[in-house]
């Protein structure tokens, strides 16, 4: 159990890891037993952790019921890939909202799945249930569709691995289907998502390059299905990704 | 130095947020000798927590140059203080905006500290220092003296016994003047900061009060010396903190 520090140090680090990410995007305070009953946990290592990480403040504890600490907001905001795309990515996803007046996103490819950095709303656009920090399998969206179209084949591969979870009656969970379909993508250099990430929801997406020419992430518009043409929404995505792409490259 | 796995624990996670902590608002990646002398940790040390810290997405590693990783960005859009009081108050801060043209802060009290949960800028408002997760000493600036007016006289204490730094030459920083300056604020219900945080720089803030009645953040209207009027931005920032304090008082 203790023997040298380095087995020690993963196990900590790991567990600690686990009692963080036991917390979901609906949940406020948590107490001990239920932390302990979702990280598998024996309760007094739980206890032993959670003192630990709220005198850092990676946790918030009031009375025997614990919360995510403001040190991990804090921290979130100076993560380079979030902190650096997300400023150079503002002003063109401004640009695509208003000119759109629909949904715009910036995402990233993690794994198998995007995680959305950042959500650009027009005061008449529909609700969305995506949210700034939220995840959802690449294969079912455009964003994730367009950068893994341009991503590598062991990218791809992983994906597919990894298995395509259905999200919807649309979603494409058959990998030949979805390696003709990253195919075609990469020809157009826009992808749509046709009600595959959730019924009523598409969205045109393009990839953004970085000043390596790899893929670091996508534009996209989102719209319901009935208020939105995306033929006509794809020009107007592409335009700004190769735009912000053409920015990352510049020298700053 | 590994008996008990109660001490060890502590050591291993101090030493992982001590890691996360090194890392600045400019940085991007650092190395391993870098980390080390910014913590003082060895080298040893360091190698293994970054290793530990990246299997789980904490830092993110590429080559021998480490960032802070994605999952903490993910993890501090959940952290509840943060995504509540920021929900509740987004209407409230885009309507200050809107009417006043100028940047709207909503700041919670984190020690002898504010923290920024978010600003919004007028498109024409003028360029700031401050920053999304940024922090500053709580009397230095018109946030943190709105949610000190109200807090428990312990809370003052605190701020008082920690030191009041001089950010500006107009800076509040003799205890008995900060004390003074706290009771009209109490009378008032509103704050100002002229030139306290900066030269040039002056705000309007307002508290806000929780469902308990106890103070939960602060709002706060900024621009430049020049082009704003402080007492007429008051009634506006008292309006929408008290509106936002009855809105977090109805039962949802």
Chains 1, 2 share one sequence.
């Not at 107490?31 to 709220?54: D, M």
């Not at 995840?135 to 590598?152: C, D, E, N, Y």
């Not at 969970?173 to 959730?198: H, K, M």
Request: charged residues 20%; positive net charge.
């Amino acid at each position: 159990m203790c023997s040298a520090g380095r087995h020690e140090s993963e196990t900590v680090v790991g567990r600690s890891a686990a009692i963080l990410g036991a917390f979901g995007a609906e949940d406020g305070a948590l107490g001990v037993s239920e932390l302990s009953r979702r990280t598998g946990l024996p309760k007094s290592t739980v206890h032993r952790l959670v003192r630990a990480l709220t005198a850092h403040g990676l946790l918030d504890r009031s009375g025997s019921r614990v919360r995510l600490g403001l040190r991990l907001f804090e921290l979130g905001q100076l993560v380079p890939l979030r902190r650096d795309l997300r400023a150079a990515a503002l002003p063109f996803m401004a640009d695509l909202r208003d000119a759109t007046h629909q949904i715009v996103h910036l995402a990233v490819l993690d794994g198998p799945e995007v995680v959305y950095l950042e959500i650009l709303r027009s005061a008449d656009a529909p609700a969305m249930p995506s949210r700034v920090g939220g995840r959802l399998p690449a294969h079912a969206t455009g964003v994730g569709k367009a950068m893994l179209a341009f991503s590598p084949p062991e990218t791809v591969d992983a994906v597919i691995a990894a298995g395509l979870p259905r999200l919807s009656r649309r979603t494409i969970v058959l990998p030949r289907l979805l390696r003709r379909e990253l195919e075609g993508i990469r020809a157009a250099g826009c992808a749509f998502d046709r009600e595959e990430s959730g019924d009523g929801v598409v969205c045109a997406a393009s990839p953004v390059f970085g000043s390596d020419g790899a893929v670091v992430g996508a534009l996209s518009i989102s719209g319901w299905s009935t208020g939105m043409k995306l033929e006509r929404m794809a020009p107007a995505v592409r335009t700004a990704a190769l735009a912000l792409s053409r920015a990352l490259r510049a020298p700053s």
